[in-house]
């Protein structure tokens, strides 16, 4: 019990799942490698969604290589990456509504082709991954944080298909706009929710002596 009063009572490192670290690695490739398509896809068609998709790919690569990194620690260091996680998720959000404000004020008209095609691309590597993880969706927060950030990709390449759709049958920027700002608040609420259980958790691990 001594030891409890200089760190975390809950020290133990618990077992690897070497399937969910396979997992993992999968996701971080198809991640990095959908940041790449869908960065030069929104630049090349001036879409403020693809591009906010973009960057949560980029921080999605960057989630799983972190996940990877404290797959083996102690659970309060899990729990404590997963903190850290949900602040960057939080971050993404407040990104991608400034990002809106930008492209509302410019009046850029997005070209609808690209946006489909690159959409359903995503889907696909996104509805994948999140098969893949769906067993774990009830782990501690380190995994929920990983579940959730497949999950909503998934649903924004959705949104951004469906504001494709929008774009080319309205000849207008506005779908592309309100898809945006639906995925930047569907950031903040899941960087919420990943927080939350963090703290629930670090909570009841780090017990005072």
Do not use: Q
């Not at 971050?91 to 930008?102: K, N, Q, W």
């Not at 008209?109 to 696909?124: C, D, N, R, Y």
């Not at 960087?191 to 939350?196: I, Q």
């Amino acid at each position: 019990m001594a030891d409890c009063c200089t760190g975390p009572c809950s020290s133990d490192k618990p077992p690897v799942d070497a399937r969910y670290r396979c997992i993992l690695w999968v996701a971080l490739i198809v991640n990095a490698v959908m940041f790449v398509v869908e960065l030069v896809g929104g630049w090349h068609a001036g879409s403020v969604s693809l591009l906010a998709d973009a960057v949560d790919f980029f921080g999605d690569a960057g989630n799983y290589a972190v996940s990877l990194f404290v797959l083996g620690l102690a659970p309060v260091w899990r729990s404590r990456t997963a903190l850290a996680k949900g602040l960057i998720m939080g971050s993404y959000g407040l990104f991608v509504l400034g990002s809106v404000a930008y492209h509302l004020a410019s009046g850029i008209v997005p070209e609808s082709s690209t946006m489909g095609v690159i959409g359903f691309l995503a889907l696909v590597a996104n509805a994948s991954v999140a098969v893949l993880l769906y067993a774990y969706r009830e782990g501690d927060a380190n995994m929920r944080s990983v579940w959730l950030c497949s999950r909503n990709d998934a649903i924004g390449n959705i949104a951004v298909m469906l504001a494709a759709l929008g774009v080319y049958g309205t000849g207008s920027g506005w779908p592309d706009i309100v898809v945006a700002t639906l995925m930047g608040t569907l950031g903040l609420t899941g960087a919420w929710s990943v927080v939350k259980h963090a703290r629930i958790e670090l909570a009841a691990k780090i017990m005072p002596c």
